[in-house]
């Protein structure tokens, strides 16, 4: 444990002359479990952090933002937390994601998030949070829709929808392989189009028609969202 720790330590002090302003602030309420400030802090932290693209068109921000904000009213109590350099850590667990050069997962099975310590920012963050406040919403459509207003089903049975024409859609093949993990389940597909700008600029791309309208992917999946998860997008 205490070579892992050094590990951490050490690819940390390499990485940080590159972190946003906001991300020391974030590390210490995230080895804290202090979700709730987490996801007070978001909404600032959304504006220091740098785009995964270059010249991130200004239309992906507001989404971002408004998830941000949204993640405020949420409870996140039951939600628990581990970094590598937490005394609980289940450094197997860190060690597999490492394996598959992940940042972060969430594992809705015991509704824990695993953020590597030196890979922190407000965008991974986010990311894991947006995983787990939809994982409650899209299972309980799941299991039992009924128990869901009618927006909510609505919105689940849009994101569904849009899901499956993305991953048949021939006009661009790389698309699922360069985001598979989008693709794993409606709980990824949801929490990478809401966190990756490079993904969403792919979906602004991709035009359909369903009946006689014509509908443009990213703006159907902002509706969905809109719809379904109480977001709104001005």
């Known amino acids: ?29 995230v080895e804290r479990g202090n979700l709730k400030a987490v996801t007070n802090m978001l909404p600032r932290a959304a504006n220091q952090t740098r785009a995964p693209i270059k ?31 937490m005394p609980d850590a289940d450094l197997e667990y860190f060690r597999t994601l490492r394996d598959a050069d992940k940042d972060g997962e969430f ?8 953020l590597r ?3 922190l920012n407000a965008n991974l963050v986010l990311h894991e949070l947006v995983h787990a406040g939809t994982v409650q919403t899209i299972r309980q459509y799941e299991l039992d829709p009924s128990k869901l207003t009618e927006d909510q089903r609505n919105g689940v049975e849009r994101l569904n929808n849009l899901r ?16 598979a993990a989008a ?18 600029h792919r979906l602004a791309q991709r035009e359909y028609t369903e009946g006689s309208k014509a509908k443009n992917a990213w703006t ?4 969905a969202v809109a719809k379904g998860f109480g977001i709104r997008i001005k």
Do not use: W
């Open 1 to 29: 444990r205490e070579e892992a720790v050094a590990s951490v330590k050490e690819l940390r002090g390499r990485f940080a002359q590159d972190e946003p302003p906001h991300v020391p602030e974030l590390r210490e309420l």
């Open 55 to 85: 010249d991130q068109p200004k239309r992906y921000q507001p989404i971002y933002k408004a998830v941000a904000k949204k993640l405020k009213g949420i409870d996140f109590s039951r939600i628990r937390v581990q970094t590598e350099n």
């Open 107 to 114: 594992d809705p099975r015991t509704n824990t998030m695993y």
């Open 117 to 119: 310590s030196e890979r």
């Open 164 to 179: 499956t024409f993305v991953q048949k859609q021939k006009i661009d093949p790389t698309l699922t392989k360069e985001y």
């Open 183 to 200: 693709f794993e389940s409606p709980y990824e597909f949801v929490a990478v189009a809401m966190t990756s700008p490079g993904f969403q």
């Open 220 to 223: 159907d999946f902002v509706q």
